[in-house]
C-alpha cells in the first residue's frame, strides 16, 4: 500500500514540534548561563571599583606621608636658617626651603585630586552596587522562571515524542523501511511540503509529472535534496 500524504504531513508536524520543543529545552541552559555571566560581570565591576578606591586611598596615604616627610624637613631647614653663619649659607638654604615649599604644593594639588577621584569612585561604587543587586535579583528570577519553562517543555516533549510513535506505527511497511533511516539522519529535514511548483525544502523547480503526484496525494522524494515532499494542506 503506497502511504497517503496525509500521514507524511502529520509526520512532518509532528517532527517540526519535536525540534522546535527540543530547541527550546536546549537554549534553556544557555540563557540561564548568560544571564549569570551578566551577573557575574556587574560584581566584577563592583569588585573593580573597590580596589581601584583602594589603590587611590593607598596612593593617598602614601603621599600624605610624604607631605609630613617634606613638612618636617621644612621645619629642619627653618632652623637651619635661623642658624646661618653667612650670606651664602642663608641663601643656599633659602632656595632649598623654596624649592621643597613648591614640592609639598604639587603634592598637596596631586592628593586633593586623588581626593576628588576617591569620591567619585564612591560616587560610581553607590550606583554599581544598585545594578548588581537588581541584576541578581532577575537572574534569579530568570533561572527559576526557565527551569520551570524547561519541565513543562520536557513534560510536553514526553506527549509529542508519544504522538509521534504512533504516528509512525500507523506507516505501510514499506515506506517505514526509508522512513526510519531517513528520519534518523535528518529528522524534521526529511520532509517538505510542496511549494507551489516547487521543492518547500530547496525550493527548486519541480517536473510537471512530480507536481501531478504530489496534487493527487502521492507523496515522493526531491530529487534534488532528498526531502520527502507532500501536498501542503
Ligand atoms: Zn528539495
Given at each position: 500500500m503506497p502511504v497517503n500524504d496525509a500521514i507524511v504531513r502529520r509526520l512532518h508536524q509532528i517532527l517540526l514540534q519535536v525540534a522546535d520543543i527540543r530547541?527550546?529545552?536546549?537554549?534553556?541552559?544557555?540563557?540561564?548561563?548568560a544571564s549569570q555571566t551578566k551577573a557575574q560581570q556587574a560584581r566584577d565591576g563592583v569588585a573593580n571599583c573597590k580596589d581601584?578606591?583602594?589603590k587611590n586611598r593607598m596612593e593617598a596615604?602614601?603621599?600624605?606621608?610624604?607631605?609630613?616627610?617634606?613638612?618636617?624637613?621644612?621645619?629642619?631647614?627653618?632652623?637651619?636658617?635661623?642658624?646661618?653663619?653667612?650670606?651664602?649659607?642663608?641663601?643656599?638654604?633659602?632656595?632649598?626651603i623654596a624649592a621643597d615649599t613648591q614640592a609639598n604644593s604639587v603634592l598637596s594639588d596631586?592628593?586633593?585630586?586623588?581626593?576628588?577621584?576617591?569620591?567619585?569612585?564612591?560616587?560610581?561604587?553607590?550606583?554599581?552596587?544598585g545594578e548588581c543587586k537588581t541584576i541578581e535579583e532577575d537572574t534569579g528570577k530568570v533561572q527559576a522562571?526557565?527551569?520551570?519553562?524547561?519541565?513543562?517543555?520536557?513534560?510536553?516533549?514526553?506527549?509529542?515524542?508519544?504522538?509521534?510513535?504512533?504516528a509512525e506505527g500507523e506507516l505501510p511497511?514499506?515506506?517505514?523501511?526509508?522512513?526510519?533511516?531517513?528520519?534518523?539522519?535528518?529528522?524534521e529535514e526529511a520532509f517538505a511540503p510542496l511549494d507551489d511548483r516547487?521543492?518547500?525544502?530547496?525550493?527548486?523547480?519541480?517536473?510537471?509529472?512530480?507536481v501531478d503526484q504530489l496534487r493527487q496525494g502521492h507523496p515522493v522524494p526531491c530529487s534534488s535534496c532528498g526531502r520527502w515532499l507532500y501536498r501542503p494542506e
Open positions: 530547541g527550546q529545552i536546549e537554549r534553556g541552559p544557555k540563557q540561564i548561563k581601584e578606591i583602594k596615604d602614601r603621599k600624605q606621608l610624604q607631605q609630613r616627610q617634606y613638612e618636617a624637613k621644612l621645619y629642619e631647614w627653618q632652623g637651619k636658617l635661623n642658624a646661618a653663619n653667612n650670606n651664602r649659607e642663608y641663601q643656599a638654604v633659602k632656595d632649598q596631586e592628593i586633593f585630586e586623588i581626593l576628588e577621584h576617591i569620591d567619585s569612585l564612591q560616587n560610581k561604587l553607590v550606583g554599581l552596587e522562571k526557565l527551569q520551570e519553562r524547561i519541565l513543562v517543555l520536557q513534560g510536553e516533549l514526553l506527549r509529542v515524542e508519544g504522538e509521534l510513535k504512533a511497511e514499506d515506506f517505514a523501511a526509508v522512513y526510519h533511516p531517513l528520519v534518523k539522519t535528518r529528522a516547487s521543492c518547500g525544502g530547496c525550493n527548486t523547480g519541480l517536473p510537471p509529472r512530480v
